[in-house]
């Protein structure tokens, strides 16, 4: 309730700095020639500053400096937009159904009501536009349809109960319109905020490290979290976050936490993770020092309970990162790994469930592995973006794109969803285009296919990786 009450309270100071700003503009009579150009002034100064308080709103509570700077400029630009295109198209209608003067009859509520309706639903779905989410647009413009009907209907007689009649015909003037704009900032504020709320299905919630109680939407197919401020779920405060940490796959009605290459992993239930985990509402984990947890609506949690892929549980030793076990050739302790595992204090946990890697690779305690993997391990290092210094192990098959498990770029618009296809091979890696838009680059050429050897440089979208050999 606090972060819709917020953003109503900011729309209303919004609505009536723009108020203040173009009171003194308006002509003193009603049937001054100039009244709809200075009215016109006064649509477009409103809905500005509407827009920036909506949209940096919206940019706080992503969290990062970049993202309520971008929030502001972003609910400025399509914040006016959306105002003035509704403020044209609900006078068109009002004009259309109830005649041009509508505004000099006693008390004109309907028209009113309509024309303030379409200037809100318009301003709720260009505040919306800054998320580039469709649910977010179109929770914005019912919100703004709702709130600027409200404020519509109680225009006149709030503006003639507290002021006075300014002309004959009935318009209501200085007290309705210093009432009525920050009014309409307050309602569209409000509702646009609650409808945001009211319809997502999945959020993540920070329950322990910086601004603790911060929640977050997954709404997209692949949503992003690390410290750097472009990803969904920005993480600031902590070196141990990588740029780029982990990911949240929408997969029907599962969501399937990754870890992203990050240096030290991801914590799940107690566990770091060495394979993707289907998360089960109410889950926790760990990225870095931050612990949050998964959360879900209703009807959500009755989906993942259908169609879930049910964890395996933990038996006996912690699970190994698989290129710990290639790398060692057996199960069993591991100085680095449990040096990592120091960061996933299990009694911080609701849990103790997770996804035993031996389960997942058909591995028994104590069976060498030196047959199912022939080939020696390499290592893809990033060179550049927000994925620098990361490793990824090479081990099998591995798919590279903006939608993809293995080696996710969800941050990049410059790969495509299904960008290339790269394999382990005895003398380096095979990398293979998957007809990307922008093209596969080995050591500066553009290639469909073709082998990798250690030292290699292979770009992908605008990220670059070296070939590296494991030892």
Same mark, same amino acid.
């Given at each position: 309730?606090?972060?819709?009450?917020?953003?109503?309270?900011?729309?209303?100071?919004?609505?009536?700095?723009?108020?203040?700003?173009?009171?003194?503009?308006?002509?003193?009579?009603?049937?001054?020639?100039?009244?709809?150009?200075?009215?016109?002034?006064?649509?477009?100064?409103?809905?500005?500053?509407?827009?920036?308080?909506?949209?940096?709103?919206?940019?706080?509570?992503?969290?990062?400096?970049?993202?309520?700077?971008?929030?502001?400029?972003?609910?400025?630009?399509?914040?006016?937009?959306?105002?003035?295109?509704?403020?044209?198209?609900?006078?068109?209608?009002?004009?259309?159904?109830?005649?041009?003067?509508?505004?000099?009859?006693?008390?004109?509520?309907?028209?009113?009501?309509?024309?303030?309706?379409?200037?809100?639903?318009?301003?709720?779905?260009?505040?919306? !536009?800054?998320?580039?989410?469709?649910?977010?647009?179109?929770?914005?413009?019912?919100?703004?349809?709702?709130?600027?009907?409200?404020?519509?209907?109680?225009?006149?007689?709030?503006?003639?109960? !507290?002021?006075?009649?300014?002309?004959?015909?009935?318009?209501?003037?200085?007290?309705?319109?210093?009432?009525?704009?920050?009014?309409?900032?307050?309602?569209?504020?409000?509702?646009?905020?609650?409808?945001?709320?009211?319809?997502?299905?999945?959020?993540?919630?920070?329950?322990?490290?910086?601004?603790?109680?911060?929640?977050?939407?997954?709404?997209?197919?692949?949503?992003?979290?690390?410290?750097?401020?472009?990803?969904?779920?920005?993480?600031?405060?902590?070196?141990? !976050?990588?740029?780029?940490?982990?990911?949240?796959?929408?997969?029907?009605?599962?969501?399937?936490?990754?870890?992203?290459?990050?240096?030290?992993?991801?914590?799940?239930?107690?566990?770091?993770?060495?394979?993707?985990?289907?998360?089960?509402?109410?889950?926790?984990?760990?990225?870095?020092?931050?612990?949050?947890?998964?959360?879900?609506?209703?009807?959500?949690?009755?989906?993942?309970?259908?169609?879930?892929?049910?964890?395996?549980?933990?038996?006996?030793?912690?699970?190994?990162?698989?290129?710990?076990?290639?790398?060692?050739?057996?199960?069993?302790?591991?100085?680095?790994?449990?040096?990592?595992?120091?960061?996933?204090?299990?009694?911080?946990?609701?849990?103790?469930?997770?996804?035993?890697?031996?389960?997942?690779?058909?591995?028994?305690?104590?069976?060498?592995?030196?047959?199912?993997?022939?080939?020696?391990?390499?290592?893809?290092?990033?060179?550049?973006?927000?994925?620098?210094?990361?490793?990824?192990?090479?081990?099998?098959?591995?798919?590279?794109?903006?939608?993809?498990?293995?080696?996710?770029?969800?941050?990049?618009?410059?790969?495509?969803?299904?960008?290339?296809?790269?394999?382990?091979?005895?003398?380096?890696?095979?990398?293979?285009?998957?007809?990307?838009?922008?093209?596969?680059?080995?050591?500066?050429?553009?290639?469909?296919?073709?082998?990798?050897?250690?030292?290699?440089?292979?770009?992908?979208?605008?990220?670059?990786?070296?070939?590296?050999?494991?030892?």
């Amino acid at each position: 309730m606090g972060k819709m009450l917020g953003r109503a309270i900011l729309c209303a100071i919004a609505g009536l700095i723009g108020w203040l700003i173009t009171e003194p503009m308006l002509p003193k009579e009603f049937a001054s020639p100039n009244w709809a150009a200075a009215e016109f002034r006064m649509v477009i100064i409103a809905m500005l500053f509407t827009g920036l308080a909506a949209g940096f709103h919206q940019g706080y509570l992503k969290g990062g400096r970049r993202n309520i700077l971008l929030g502001l400029a972003l609910g400025a630009v399509f914040g006016t937009i959306g105002g003035v295109l509704g403020y044209q198209i609900g006078g068109t209608l009002s004009n259309a159904l109830f005649g041009s003067g509508w505004a000099l009859r006693p008390f004109p509520i309907i028209p009113r009501t309509l024309t303030f309706a379409m200037i809100g639903m318009f301003l709720g779905a260009g505040v919306g !536009v800054t998320q580039f989410r469709t649910r977010i647009i179109i929770a914005g413009a019912f919100g703004g349809l709702l709130g600027g009907g409200i404020a519509g209907l109680f225009f006149d007689p709030l503006g003639s109960t !507290v002021g006075q009649i300014i002309s004959a015909g009935g318009e209501s003037g200085f007290a309705g319109r210093a009432l009525m704009w920050p009014f309409m900032g307050f309602t569209v504020g409000l509702f646009t905020a609650w409808l945001e709320q009211a319809t997502r299905q999945a959020w993540v919630r920070l329950i322990v490290g910086r601004n603790e109680g911060k929640e977050w939407p997954i709404d997209a197919t692949q949503t992003h979290l690390g410290r750097d401020e472009r990803a969904h779920v920005p993480l600031f405060g902590d070196n141990n !976050v990588a740029p780029l940490h982990a990911t949240i796959t929408r997969q029907g009605p599962q969501y399937i936490l990754h870890d992203a290459g990050s240096p030290i992993g991801t914590g799940y239930q107690g566990v770091r993770m060495s394979a993707p985990v289907a998360l089960q509402p109410g889950d926790f984990f760990q990225i870095g020092p931050h612990q949050l947890q998964f959360l879900v609506k209703g009807s959500a949690a009755r989906r993942i309970h259908e169609g879930r892929i049910q964890p395996q549980p933990i038996t006996g030793q912690l699970p190994t990162p698989l290129n710990a076990i290639q790398q060692s050739g057996h199960l069993g302790p591991d100085t680095t790994v449990a040096a990592s595992l120091a960061n996933f204090p299990p009694q911080d946990w609701g849990g103790q469930g997770g996804v035993d890697q031996r389960a997942q690779t058909g591995v028994t305690s104590g069976t060498s592995v030196t047959n199912q993997n022939p080939h020696p391990t390499y290592t893809l290092v990033a060179l550049d973006g927000p994925l620098t210094g990361q490793r990824f192990p090479i081990t099998a098959p591995t798919e590279a794109g903006r939608e993809s498990p293995g080696i996710n770029l969800g941050f990049d618009p410059q790969t495509s969803r299904r960008h290339a296809f790269i394999s382990p091979t005895p003398n380096g890696l095979h990398i293979k285009d998957l007809g990307s838009t922008n093209g596969t680059y080995l050591n500066g050429q553009r290639i469909p296919e073709a082998a990798a050897p250690t030292g290699s440089t292979i770009k992908i979208g605008s990220t670059s990786f070296r070939v590296d050999s494991s030892p």
